[in-house]
């Protein structure tokens, strides 16, 4: 299994990005996705995570700013982010659920076996 992670940069406070996540070697609509974030010092968290139904959570200090979505054609998926501050600077990770199917979004990272190399998102005046 292979994700390659795109879409890092660096943003003014208040512009927005879009991460993606392009993934090859499973059966992409089986299994839920998660980006995570690691920022310096930090814990790597979770940000956000979609299953294979489509069902999704938000970490409390992402709701309403960022937004995860799947597109099964092209095995990829995404991670709007808008209202962007500066504590969102860190690492993204995308992250393969190791279920397939599961019903709810997995929050527990070692329910995650692949992980993309990491973008990095800078958000900084």
């Known amino acids: 299994v292979q994700l390659q992670a795109s879409g890092g940069g660096l943003m003014q406070p208040g512009g927005s990005l879009r991460l993606s996540c392009a993934a090859s070697?499973?059966?992409?609509?089986?299994?839920?996705m998660g980006w995570f974030r690691q920022a310096p010092g930090k814990e790597r968290e979770l940000v956000a995570g979609?299953?294979?139904?489509?069902?999704?959570k938000y970490a409390d200090s992402v709701k309403d700013r960022f937004t995860i979505s799947r597109d099964n054609a092209k095995n990829t998926v995404y991670l709007q982010m808008n209202s962007l501050k500066p504590e969102d600077t860190a690492v993204y990770y995308c992250?393969?659920?190791?279920?397939?199917?599961?019903?709810?979004?997995?929050?527990?990272?070692?329910?995650?076996?692949?992980w993309g190399q990491g973008t990095l998102v800078t958000v900084s005046s």
């Open positions: 992250a393969v659920d190791s279920t397939p199917y599961r019903i709810l979004v997995a929050d527990d990272i070692s329910k995650y076996d692949y």
């Open positions: 979609i299953t294979s139904g489509g069902r999704t």
């Open positions: 070697g499973r059966t992409f609509s089986r299994y839920g």
